[in-house]
C-alpha cells in the first residue's frame, strides 16, 4: 500500500549547522514530493517540491534531492538558523498525477543558538 | 485573494454528537482535500474532490464519516456519533490541477 517513511523523528543542530530529512515511498507511480514546515499550532506551508523528471532543486539555503529508482528523496537545510526550528513533513502524490498526499510522520527540528 | 478558510477554529463537542467541518477553499482552485491530524503525529489523508469527478474516499476512517462539495467549491466534512478518537484537527487543502496544495488553518475538534 501507499506508505511515506521519515527519518529521523526528531534533530537537533546547532545554528549555522546543515539539516537532513529523508524519506523513502513505497509507491513507483509517484511523481510529486512536496516539502511542509508546520511551526506550533500553525498551518504546513510548502517550503520545496520536487517532480520527479528532475534530481535536484534548490531554493537559496533550502535543497531537495530525489533518487527515483531507490525511492528517496531528501531535504537538506544549510545554514540553519533558530527560526528554521519547526516540525517537517515530506509527502509523496500516491499514483500518478497530482492526486492526495501520502505523508511521512514529521521531523521535529530545533536549531540551538 | 484569501487563502484557504476553515470554520469553525475550534470545536468541543459530547461524545454521541454530529459535528460539521466547513472548508471554503482559495477561489479558483479545482481540487479540495481533507486531511486529519492527530496529536503529535503526520497527515492522514481523508477524502480527495477533483472538479465534477467522483470524489476519493478512500481515507476515510469509517461509514461514520463523510464529506460533500457543494458548486465545486465550499465543501463539509460532516462527523456523525463522534467517538473520541475522532479528536485531531482536520486541515482542508485545495489546488489548482497540477499545483502545490494550500492547507487551511484547520479546526481543531475534540471530544469529551
Known amino acids: 500500500g501507499e506508505n511515506v517513511e521519515q527519518h529521523p523523528s526528531t534533530l537537533s543542530v546547532q545554528e549555522g549547522d546543515s539539516a537532513v530529512i529523508k524519506c523513502t515511498y513505497s509507491?513507483?507511480?509517484?511523481?510529486?514530493f512536496p516539502w511542509y514546515k508546520q511551526e506550533l499550532g500553525k498551518r504546513p506551508q510548502l517550503i520545496i517540491d520536487?517532480?520527479?523528471?528532475?534530481g535536484e532543486k534548490k531554493d537559496q539555503r533550502i535543497a531537495v534531492t530525489l533518487n527515483k529508482t531507490a525511492k528517496h528523496f531528501s531535504l537538506h537545510i544549510t545554514e540553519t538558523q533558530p527560526e528554521d526550528s519547526a516540525v517537517y513533513f515530506c509527502?509523496?502524490?500516491?499514483?500518478?498525477?497530482?492526486?492526495?498526499?501520502?505523508f511521512g510522520a514529521g521531523t521535529r527540528l530545533a536549531v540551538h543558538p | 485573494g484569501a487563502g484557504v478558510s476553515q470554520s469553525p477554529s475550534n470545536k468541543v463537542t459530547e461524545k454521541g454528537k454530529d459535528v460539521e467541518l466547513r472548508c471554503d477553499p482559495i477561489s479558483g482552485h479545482t481540487a479540495l482535500y481533507w486531511y486529519r491530524q492527530s496529536l503529535g503525529q503526520g497527515l492522514e489523508f481523508l477524502i480527495y474532490f477533483q472538479g465534477n469527478s467522483a470524489p476519493d474516499k478512500s481515507g476515510l476512517p469509517s461509514d461514520r464519516f463523510s464529506a460533500e462539495r457543494t458548486g465545486g467549491s465550499v465543501s463539509t466534512l460532516t462527523i456523525q456519533r463522534t467517538q473520541q478518537e475522532d479528536s485531531a484537527v482536520y486541515l482542508c487543502?485545495?489546488?489548482?490541477?497540477?499545483?502545490?496544495?494550500?492547507f487551511g488553518d484547520g479546526t481543531r475538534l475534540s471530544i469529551l
Open positions: 487543502a485545495s489546488s489548482y490541477l497540477g499545483q502545490p496544495q494550500h
Open positions: 520536487i517532480r520527479s523528471n528532475v
Open positions: 509527502a509523496a502524490s500516491y499514483g500518478a498525477g497530482y492526486n492526495k498526499l501520502i
Open positions: 509507491d513507483s507511480a509517484s511523481n510529486y
